[in-house]
């Protein structure tokens, strides 16, 4: 058995949550080290180079949130663009402008001049709203009550979707994606070379602080004694001793580290936690057969798609990168969904396929491992109460935000719990204490 120093935080998992939460706790002076079972650091934040161009793990967009103003913060160099936002919708099999701005307000077929008139009160309206309001009812009741003309309905499920992936307007929280809707409205940034250079980022921040990496070695248990954390027990028999652990992995799987989890708030946040889903088609086309048709969402389809080379670098030869997504819900069915998406391409892309360099098709990619929905019982985190020193992070773990906004506020937040806890034990006549 390999047996390691003693650590202050070990974090499992080297995703985006992970080495946020490693980051912030070296900063602090933390002895710190990050355990991840990949070869590579990461997770669901990593680009593949394919024939010279830059694949994420589908499409992805950085939005005005917590996780722009974390690397931010930390003074990551991050390169991109924002991209334009006008596009289309497709609605009954065809393509047609939809309102993002004046002039597509009026040109628009979609909308009568009823509706027309509902979505310019709304563009005016929605950045100043408070979104907290709106925490506890679900989308749909948020729709019913505030939007009147159908077709401004179809348009905003559609917009509510694409900045959250989530197909459950019963059940989906309206609070928190009205944030996420603002947030788009300030503008998103597409990445140069995908969030991949995002993650090299956070990997070279976290090691100038001294941040320690063990990667290829999947963490088999956390073991805890007496309602206290005591060390990580990798599969290879490495045991990583440490006063805090942050597990940044799904609910299911720090369920499952965590002996007698059934006792604990972890069965609880297992419980509740509704995945979402997404099949994801990039492909990198040699010149786009229709240039002004670059951003559609599906109106009556549950698809959408983006080239995101119309703001960032993502090919070594000028190849477009179009990334495409089919939100799943709760019925996901691989072949069909493929089906669809290469449908929408012929649409958006008429014969996409003869200027196809190389593309990736992800048939069912976990986008969230549990949402802001109406069903939850508490917010996970930061802290497992019933064990002393134990935490978690990631997107899962969210107090409201959304995607990589909740994995970095969630790391965030188990940190300063962390370091708030010590303060507090230094302090005379301390009696230990729950922290809200
Ligand atoms: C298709 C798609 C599109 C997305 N689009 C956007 C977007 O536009 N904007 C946005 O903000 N977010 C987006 N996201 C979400 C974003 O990618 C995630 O929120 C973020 O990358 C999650 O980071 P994380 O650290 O919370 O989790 P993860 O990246 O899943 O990290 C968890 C890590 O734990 C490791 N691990 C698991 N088990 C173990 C073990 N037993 N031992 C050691 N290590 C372990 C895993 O290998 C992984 O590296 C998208 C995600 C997907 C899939």
Same mark, same amino acid.
């Given at each position: 058995?390999?047996?390691?120093?003693?650590?202050?935080?070990?974090?499992?998992?080297?995703?985006?949550?992970?080495?946020?939460?490693?980051?912030?706790?070296?900063?602090?002076?933390?002895?710190?080290?990050?355990?991840?079972?990949?070869?590579?650091?990461?997770?669901?934040?990593?680009?593949?180079?394919?024939?010279?161009?830059?694949?994420?793990?589908?499409?992805?967009?950085?939005?005005?949130?917590?996780?722009?103003?974390?690397?931010?913060?930390? %003074?990551?160099?991050?390169?991109? #663009?924002?991209?334009?936002?006008?596009?289309?919708?497709?609605?009954?099999?065809?393509?047609?402008?939809?309102?993002?701005?004046?002039?597509?307000?009026?040109? @628009?077929?979609?909308?009568?001049?009823?509706?027309?008139?509902?979505?310019?009160?709304?563009?005016?309206? $929605?950045?100043? $709203?408070?979104?907290?309001?709106?925490?506890?009812?679900?989308?749909?009741?948020?729709?019913?009550?505030?939007?009147?003309?159908?077709?401004?309905?179809?348009?905003?499920?559609?917009?509510?979707?694409?900045?959250?992936?989530?197909?459950?307007?019963?059940?989906?929280?309206?609070?928190?994606? $009205?944030?996420?809707?603002?947030?788009?409205?300030?503008?998103?940034?597409? $990445?140069?070379?995908?969030?991949?250079?995002?993650?090299?980022?956070?990997?070279?921040?976290?090691?100038?602080?001294?941040?320690?990496?063990? @990667?290829?070695?999947?963490?088999?248990? /956390?073991?805890?004694?007496?309602? /206290?954390?005591?060390?990580?027990?990798?599969?290879?028999?490495?045991?990583?001793?440490?006063?805090?652990?942050?597990?940044?992995?799904?609910?299911?799987?720090?369920?499952?580290?965590?002996?007698?989890?059934?006792?604990?708030?972890?069965?609880?946040?297992?419980?509740?936690?509704?995945?979402?889903?997404?099949?994801?088609?990039?492909?990198?086309?040699?010149?786009?057969?229709?240039?002004?048709?670059?951003?559609?969402?599906?109106?009556?389809? @549950?698809?959408?798609?983006?080239?995101?080379?119309?703001?960032?670098?993502?090919?070594?030869?000028?190849?477009?990168?179009?990334?495409?997504?089919?939100?799943? %819900?709760?019925?996901?069915? =691989?072949?069909?969904?493929?089906?669809?998406?290469?449908?929408?391409?012929?649409?958006?892309? =008429?014969?996409?396929?003869?200027?196809?360099?190389?593309?990736?098709?992800?048939?069912?990619? @976990?986008?969230?491992?549990?949402?802001?929905?109406?069903?939850?019982?508490?917010?996970?985190?930061?802290?497992?109460?019933? /064990? #002393?020193?134990?935490?978690?992070?990631?997107?899962?773990?969210?107090?409201?935000?959304?995607?990589?906004?909740?994995?970095?506020?969630?790391?965030?937040?188990?940190?300063?719990?962390?370091?708030?806890?010590?303060?507090?034990?230094?302090?005379?006549?301390?009696?230990?204490?729950?922290?809200?």
């Amino acid at each position: 058995m390999i047996q390691m120093e003693k650590y202050d935080v070990a974090i499992v998992g080297g995703g985006v949550a992970g080495l946020t939460a490693a980051i912030y706790a070296a900063k602090a002076g933390k002895q710190t080290i990050v355990i991840e079972k990949q070869d590579r650091l990461g997770g669901r934040a990593i680009t593949n180079k394919k024939k010279g161009a830059y694949f994420n793990l589908g499409g992805h967009a950085l939005y005005h949130g917590d996780a722009l103003a974390t690397f931010r913060e930390l %003074g990551l160099h991050m390169q991109g #663009n924002q991209p334009s936002i006008d596009g289309y919708g497709i609605w009954k099999g065809e393509l047609s402008t939809v309102p993002t701005g004046v002039k597509s307000l009026f040109t @628009t077929p979609l909308l009568s001049w009823k509706g027309k008139m509902e979505v310019a009160v709304w563009l005016g309206k $929605l950045g100043k $709203l408070d979104t907290h309001h709106y925490d506890q009812i679900s989308l749909r009741e948020w729709i019913e009550a505030n939007l009147h003309d159908p077709m401004v309905r179809n348009l905003f499920y559609a917009l509510f979707r694409t900045a959250s992936y989530v197909v459950a307007p019963d059940l989906q929280a309206a609070g928190p994606v $009205l944030k996420q809707l603002q947030n788009s409205l300030q503008g998103v940034m597409y $990445l140069d070379r995908g969030w991949g250079a995002l993650v090299d980022e956070l990997r070279k921040k976290a090691s100038e602080y001294g941040v320690h990496f063990l @990667t290829n070695n999947k963490v088999k248990c /956390i073991e805890h004694q007496k309602g /206290i954390v005591q060390h990580v027990l990798c599969e290879d028999g490495t045991k990583v001793r440490a006063r805090n652990i942050i597990v940044t992995t799904s609910p299911a799987i720090a369920y499952q580290l965590v002996p007698h989890a059934e006792a604990t708030a972890l069965h609880t946040w297992k419980e509740q936690a509704i995945e979402v889903t997404a099949a994801c088609l990039d492909v990198a086309l040699r010149r786009l057969p229709k240039p002004k048709q670059q951003f559609v969402y599906g109106i009556d389809q @549950t698809v959408f798609l983006s080239n995101q080379s119309r703001a960032a670098y993502l090919s070594e030869d000028g190849a477009q990168v179009i990334s495409m997504f089919k939100y799943q %819900g709760m019925e996901t069915n =691989p072949e069909k969904d493929l089906q669809e998406l290469e449908q929408t391409l012929d649409l958006v892309q =008429p014969g996409w396929q003869s200027e196809l360099v190389v593309k990736q098709y992800l048939p069912k990619i @976990t986008v969230c491992h549990d949402f802001m929905h109406i069903k939850r019982q508490e917010n996970p985190g930061p802290a497992v109460p019933e /064990i #002393n020193g134990l935490y978690v992070a990631g997107e899962w773990a969210s107090h409201g935000e959304l995607l990589a906004d909740a994995s970095t506020a969630s790391a965030k937040r188990a940190i300063e719990h962390i370091l708030l806890l010590e303060e507090m034990e230094r302090t005379p006549n301390y009696e230990h204490r729950d922290i809200v």
